[in-house]
């Protein structure tokens, strides 16, 4: 037996953890196809379901025709509903979806809690703030939008400020900073309601911070792109700091992580990702906390790996929940229904799974 054993070679072990490499990798790039396939399919669909109906391979065309030299087959109406009522919307939900994932991806890792949401700074509730005193002054939509953005922007401005005022600068009393601001901030939006007409203003500040994305254009969309790529870009580029920070402050540090500098950097950017989410289409809950944790069950934990997942998983849950609201009734649904009545089970899930861990 041991001359069996010695004869063994020595990169036995080697050769089995690169096997389990590559395995892994395999598993992963499959992964990734499936959810770009899946995203695929969602968009097409959104664009050819509706009240006006166009059959999935005529959508497939009209988006394809811009690309590539495909003759026209199909009429002028047909393309008019898929390039200019539903493409516009179905590209908002995806980048909203994509953006709430990763938002909320980053927030979890930072704050060490599964349970945390890009609105835990307060982000949210000042974007209403914002939007509801755009709407008061009778602002247009493209002011509406600004003053949520800022507003909300302005709001996580005064929430990190707060630790810095008493000098603790621990998570823990940013996450409270941020419960004081929310607070506030729904106060605020409280006495604005009360000061709105209630046969006009008071109905569209209501319907707003339920979120819709029914008057979205590609106007609207750019407005916002840079603050949606840029931020989108840094977290991916350092999404492997992530992984380091999630050892604890003291590892991190000893393996040459500026903490408070990179947890600032990933504020900001994850911040600016979910204020621009919410001018678009107002305050839109529970994606930014459901789809971190679905990601993170299919790839694990892995940073690397689990965002780019998240986002892809995001864009088509927000498709597919954008395509119901418009679909299931007449009257168009607000976004902020359907995805409370998704995330809240899901969330009720994670409670009963975390509850059986700890036994």
Not at 258 to 279: D, E, K, N, Q, Y
Request: aromatic share 8%; hydrophobic share 50%.
């Amino acid at each position: 037996m041991k001359m069996r054993k010695s004869s063994l070679p020595a990169s036995c072990g080697e050769a089995f953890t690169d096997k389990e490499r590559a395995n892994s990798r395999r598993r992963y790039r499959t992964t990734v196809l499936a959810a770009v396939l899946i995203l695929s399919l969602v968009w097409i669909t959104a664009l050819s379901v509706g009240r006006y109906a166009v059959p999935f391979l005529t959508a497939a065309k009209v988006l394809l025709s811009r690309l590539f030299p495909i003759s026209q087959s199909w009429d002028k109406k047909m393309d008019a509903v898929v390039m200019t009522l539903r493409l516009p919307r179905s590209t908002a939900a995806v980048l909203i979806g994509g953006a709430l994932a990763l938002s909320g991806s980053c927030y979890q890792s930072i704050f060490k809690n599964p349970m945390v949401s890009p609105d835990l700074l307060g982000v949210s509730a000042g974007a209403c703030v914002g939007a509801a005193l755009a709407i008061l002054l009778d602002l247009g939509t493209v002011y509406i939008q600004l003053f949520a953005f800022l507003c909300g922007i302005g709001t996580v401005f005064l929430t990190t400020a707060i630790p810095r005022l008493i000098r603790n600068e621990s998570t823990t009393i940013l996450v409270l900073s941020g419960v004081i601001m929310s607070s506030l901030m729904s106060s605020v939006m409280s006495i604005l309601k009360f000061l709105a007409d209630t046969d006009t203003k008071l109905a569209e500040i209501t319907y707003w911070t339920m979120g819709s994305l029914s008057a979205i254009t590609f106007s609207d969309i750019l407005m916002v792109l840079p603050t949606l790529t840029v931020p989108a870009i840094v977290i991916l580029v350092m999404r492997f700091r992530l992984n380091v920070m999630s050892l604890g402050d003291r590892e991190a540090r000893t393996l040459g992580i500026h903490l408070r500098r990179t947890r600032g950097v990933f504020v900001i950017c994850a911040t600016l990702l979910t204020a621009s989410c919410v001018c678009m289409a107002g305050t839109i809950g529970w994606v930014g906390l459901v789809i971190p944790h679905i990601a993170r069950l299919i790839v694990g934990a892995d940073h690397k790996k689990m965002l780019p997942v998240a986002m892809l998983f995001g864009g088509s849950f927000m498709l597919v929940i954008d395509t119901l609201c418009r679909t299931l009734s007449s009257a168009e649904l607000k976004l902020g229904i359907l995805t409370g009545l998704v995330g809240a089970p899901f969330f009720f899930f994670i409670l009963i799974r975390q509850h059986r861990t700890m036994l």
